[in-house]
């Protein structure tokens, strides 16, 4: 089992950063690709970013890339999401999520076995 627990979300102004992070409990996330995504009220829940369990590679949304960098730190058993630029329109509810090594494509939500609980942002105009 691996418990996750995202943390830095809030409020900030349009063109604004902030930076989300991901702990981990109960397993190393040396063996797992992480990612992150977003869900708006009424909306499907949506790619962010994804990280392979080296660091080594990264993926980006469209609607990110740019803007936001995900990285790990192995060590620490944490994932963070650098968010700079930000925009109303990426007020969401964040969540981390971590996958297998292996287990499919880091851009589907349903590749991902574990899940946090998610941290609430919100970007005012």
């Known amino acids: 089992q691996v418990q996750l627990v995202e943390s830095g979300g809030g409020l900030v102004q349009a063109g604004g950063s902030l930076r989300l992070s991901c702990a981990a409990s109960?397993?190393?996330?040396?063996?797992?690709?992480m990612g992150w995504f977003r869900q708006a009220p009424g909306k499907e829940r949506e790619f962010v970013a994804a990280?392979?369990?080296?660091?080594?590679?990264?993926y980006y949304g469209v609607s990110v890339k740019g803007r936001f960098t995900i990285s790990r730190d192995n060590a620490k058993n944490t994932v963070l999401l650098q968010m700079n630029s930000l925009k109303p329109e990426d007020t969401a509810v964040y969540y981390c999520a971590a996958a297998r090594v292996g287990s499919g494509n880091y851009f589907y939500a349903t590749t991902y076995e574990y899940w946090g609980q998610g941290t609430q942002v919100t970007v005012s105009s």
């Open positions: 109960g397993r190393t996330l040396s063996s797992y690709a």
């Open positions: 990280v392979t369990w080296s660091g080594t590679s990264t």
